[in-house]
Each structure stands twice: as structure tokens, then as C-alpha cells.
């Protein structure tokens, strides 16, 4: 009990490891992941306070208010809604204990410590979050040029061209499902599975 309460005065419950594949089923993450969806672990850090679990589909944080505290506080953030950005990794000094992950998501800022003997493991995780964060710019930008290719299409017709009533409204669904196809599906990527594949190497 003295040993936890000695770390967490000291910061160094705060230190992190990357947990094995093989044990991913162990750790808290998991009871939270959508397994009936297809969710998957590809990447977790693991701390005496937190979690930070890297699936195909989100970012799970499992947050403790300490490292003598049982409390934990679940945490999601979905990459089809949220935004990876400022990705940095912070190598360590000859005396450091640590390396430092940074990011953000959702507009909320993680800092990272881990320590430094899993370096290699960190550069692969730092690869695949700048890679879904440019695939996730790609994609905004093609949704906000959606609409603008919609008025484009729309100003070279009258209304009255049209036959019917019927055939408006025919028309308009018609054009809603193409528009929600492009904005939600061919430009809102959810699954990044096929990244961390390409970049973790367990």
C-alpha cells in the first residue's frame, strides 16, 4: 500500500507499458469494446492509473482518478466523428525514465509517458494516428465539398423541368441517398483496422 502511495506521489504510476496482444483479453479495456461489431484491440497502453486502448473503431480511455483509487472513468472516442491531430512522440534524454506520446482527439489533449524500452513499439503506434489523422482531413474536406457539388448539379436544372410532383420527390430521395452515401459512408472512414495492420508490428 506504501509502495502505490509512494509512486503516485512521486509521478511514477503516471509510467506506462504496451501491454502484449496475447494479454489483451485481460485488461479492463476489453469489457467495453463492441465485440459484436467487429471491434478489435490493436494497440494498448497501460499505466497503474489508465488505459489507453487503440481498437479498430475508437480510442478507449480508461480513466482512474489515481493509482489507490478503484474508481475508473470510461472514456470513447470514435474515429468516424472525432479528429486525430497533433501527433508527436518525445524521445527520452540519457537519464529519462520515459518517452512521451502526444495527440489529440476530439479536441482533448493526451500526454502519454512510456517507458523508454518501448520505443519501438511507440514509433508504430505514432505512424498509424498520423495516418488516420490525414486519411480523417481527406475525408472532411470531401464532405464539405459535397454540398457545393450538390448546388452545382442542382443550378442546371428549373424547377419547372420537372413532369410531376411524384417525380420530385422521386428525384430528391434519389439525390439524399446519393449525398448520404458520399458524406457518410464513402467519406466518413470507420473502421482503421487495415492501418494499425499495416503499421503495428506485435
Not at 46 to 74: M, P, Q, W
Not at 144 to 158: F, I, Q
Amino acid at each position: 500500500m506504501f509502495k502505490r502511495i509512494a509512486s503516485e506521489a512521486l509521478g511514477l504510476s503516471d509510467i506506462g507499458v504496451i501491454v502484449e496482444p496475447k494479454d489483451f483479453g485481460s485488461v479492463d479495456a476489453d469489457d467495453y469494446l463492441f465485440h459484436e461489431d467487429g471491434e478489435k484491440i490493436f494497440f494498448l497502453i497501460k499505466s497503474k492509473k489508465d488505459e489507453y486502448c487503440f481498437t479498430n473503431l475508437a480510442l478507449i480511455h480508461v480513466d482512474g482518478d489515481s493509482a489507490v483509487s478503484s474508481k475508473r472513468s470510461i472514456k470513447r472516442y470514435d474515429y468516424a466523428t472525432e479528429q486525430i491531430e497533433h501527433v508527436t512522440l518525445e524521445t527520452a534524454g540519457t537519464i529519462d525514465m520515459d518517452v512521451e506520446l502526444k495527440f489529440s482527439i476530439g479536441g482533448e489533449v493526451f500526454s502519454i509517458d512510456v517507458r523508454k524500452t518501448f520505443i519501438e513499439q511507440l514509433k508504430d503506434i505514432y505512424k498509424a494516428l498520423i495516418s488516420i489523422g490525414k486519411r480523417q482531413r481527406a475525408d472532411a474536406l470531401c464532405r464539405d465539398n459535397a454540398p457545393l457539388a450538390l448546388e452545382a448539379v442542382a443550378s442546371l436544372y428549373k424547377i419547372n423541368q420537372v413532369a410531376s410532383p411524384e417525380a420530385v420527390s422521386a428525384q430528391f430521395l434519389d439525390v439524399l441517398k446519393t449525398l448520404n452515401t458520399a458524406v457518410l459512408v464513402s467519406y466518413t472512414k470507420r473502421d482503421f483496422g487495415d492501418v494499425f495492420v499495416k503499421y503495428i508490428h506485435a
